[in-house]
């Protein structure tokens, strides 16, 4: 079975400053990779995702996450954030073929502030 | 289209009263989920359908728990009786293509 890890609990950064949000996952077969956020109050938006192809995937709102199979990792980063940015982050995992079940992670927590 | 339908947004109600929650998928998607959200424990996959019919409910955490989708427009997840620990947000997403779309969920607060 697959199951996702989000090493930070809780990332603060400042406004304009980079970010990274860490997740390893474990599967015995291949996997489908995502990031999801969620704005206070709102339910979950897809960032980006990871099928097939190319190892470094962007998505919307300037974020862009790398998969690297040998380090079973897939990590998110944006260059540079906004206060907008302010939200939790769900790296989430599944496996082709098992009807697009995902299974998440904890969640970080990001905070920027001014 | 107007993306995952849900349905109250907010509840509140007393220990012991049946709770029942709505979800309308988008149009054309063949899986819909319901999942749990809570502090202690994170996102928790309840139970999935494809085509209308339950294929995994592994998840729901007891008897209390029920969830049907009558058609392909239309689901309920129903808890009776309800408890305070019952307290969560839930969320319904359908799904197509590997990729799924929430609703913004449904905010239930048991007394």
């Known amino acids: 079975a697959q199951s996702v890890t989000q090493l930070d609990s809780q990332v603060p950064v400042f406004e304009e400053a980079p970010v990274e949000l860490r997740c390893n996952y474990s599967s015995s077969v291949s996997v489908y990779l995502f990031w999801y956020v969620q704005y206070p109050n709102q339910g979950l938006q897809l960032l980006l995702k990871y099928l097939s192809g190319s190892t470094l995937v962007k998505g919307i709102n300037g974020f862009e996450a790398e998969f690297n199979k040998s380090q079973t990792s897939f990590h998110l980063r944006k260059p540079s954030v906004h206060i907008s940015d302010t939200a939790e982050y769900f790296c989430a995992v599944s496996e082709p073929h098992n009807d697009y079940k995902l299974s998440f992670g904890a969640g970080t927590t990001v905070t920027v502030r001014a | 289209d107007a993306g995952v339908i849900q349905s109250p947004r907010h509840e509140v109600t007393e220990m012991g009263q049946e709770v029942t929650l709505r979800c309308k998928p988008i149009s054309g998607h063949d899986y819909l989920f319901w999942y749990r959200q809570t502090m202690m424990r994170g996102l928790e996959l309840l139970i999935y359908f494809n085509n209308n019919v339950p294929i995994d409910d592994s998840g729901m955490p007891e008897d209390r728990f029920s969830a049907k989708m009558p058609n392909a427009s239309f689901s309920t997840l129903k808890i009776q009786p309800s408890e305070p620990r019952d307290s969560a947000v839930y969320f319904c997403?359908?799904?197509?293509?590997?990729?799924?779309?929430f609703g913004p969920g449904t905010r239930l607060t048991v007394l």
């Open positions: 997403a359908s799904g197509e293509d590997n990729e799924q779309f």
